[in-house]
């Protein structure tokens, strides 16, 4: 059984970690509404692209440029997204475990954003490629390096394929984590499937069964593909490095705001069997000083 000095210095121990977990829940509750911020911002322009150029892929045919069509290596190259720093949950777990559980073929190659990544990759002894330090919060000119990096070992022709593994954020308790291809053009899924979205305005129009569009070209197709297509990559993994540093923040604030409330009723625990205990040694004193009283009778 504990003693109460035992007690007490447990009870300033929890004490002193819930002041640290509620310091940094108010710390990820400050970044996570930035993140959040530019992750929700820009979904419409990427979504739109991703549409424009969906619809540009069934009317150009595969050939026009090569992003349109399949490489013809058998190689998958994975990029995956995860955060510098741990205390944010099953965050990184959840992704790493859907990957492992992927079937992506028998020759994959994997390119890392996040430390976590590259470590249990490392430890997992798969082909890793590149890492790519990105700091928070994420700039565009520091993604643009990784989309070169990334459009020019897919135009080699030795990968057929082009996915990200990131976490794809709803809100701050729902993330998802997901794998988009993102070369060849494909349908990409931002911000998770909403079941409330465009509830109230009729039925939400899907891109593939949508209208045909009929699009001109100025000042030709080839000049228009080789422009937009690079920015295309660029500012969709732009756009999944925001979601998946949105949920990260979300995911922090999240378990550090249970570790603080568990602090807390820890606290309370200990509190009731300090009390407890020193309740018990007064009495066991008053019955000996008074049990002494009697003997001198």
Do not use: W
Not at 2 to 24: E, F, G, H, Y
Not at 77 to 82: D, F, N, Q, R
Request: net charge positive.
């Amino acid at each position: 059984m504990p003693s109460t000095r035992d007690l007490r210095r447990r009870i300033k121990s929890v004490k002193n970690t819930a002041q640290i977990t509620k310091a940094m829940q108010l710390v990820a509750a400050a970044k996570m509404k930035k993140a959040q911020d530019q992750a929700t911002q820009g979904r419409p322009y990427a979504d739109l692209m991703n549409k424009v150029l969906v619809s540009l892929k069934e009317q150009a045919g595969e050939n026009t440029h090569p992003f349109f069509s399949p490489g013809k290596g058998e190689k998958t190259l994975v990029v995956v997204v995860t955060s510098d720093k741990g205390l944010c949950g099953a965050l990184n777990t959840n992704l790493l475990r859907k990957l492992t559980q992927t079937d992506f073929g028998a020759d994959v190659e994997y390119v890392t954003i996040g430390r976590k990544g590259a470590g249990s990759l490392a430890r997992l002894k798969k082909n890793l490629s590149a890492d790519f330090p990105i700091k928070d919060p994420a700039r565009f000119l520091e993604l643009r390096t990784v989309g070169k990096f990334l459009q020019d070992r897919f135009l080699t022709g030795e990968y057929c394929r082009l996915l990200v593994a990131f976490n794809n954020f709803v809100n701050t308790v729902t993330i998802i984590p997901s794998i988009e291809q993102l070369l060849p053009i494909n349908t990409v899924t931002l911000g998770g499937k909403r079941s409330y979205e465009g509830m109230g305005a009729g039925e939400v129009e899907d891109a593939s069964t949508g209208p045909v569009l009929e699009y001109t070209f100025e000042p030709s197709t080839g000049e228009v593909f080789a422009t937009i297509l690079p920015q295309y990559v660029n500012n969709t993994l732009y756009q999944m490095v925001l979601e998946a540093r949105a949920s990260e923040h979300s995911s922090r604030m999240v378990a550090m705001k249970n570790a603080t409330d568990n602090a807390k009723q820890m606290l309370k625990d200990l509190s009731l069997e300090y009390n407890k205990l020193r309740q018990a040694a007064i009495t066991n004193e008053l019955l000996e000083i008074t049990t002494a009283k009697m003997a001198l009778e």
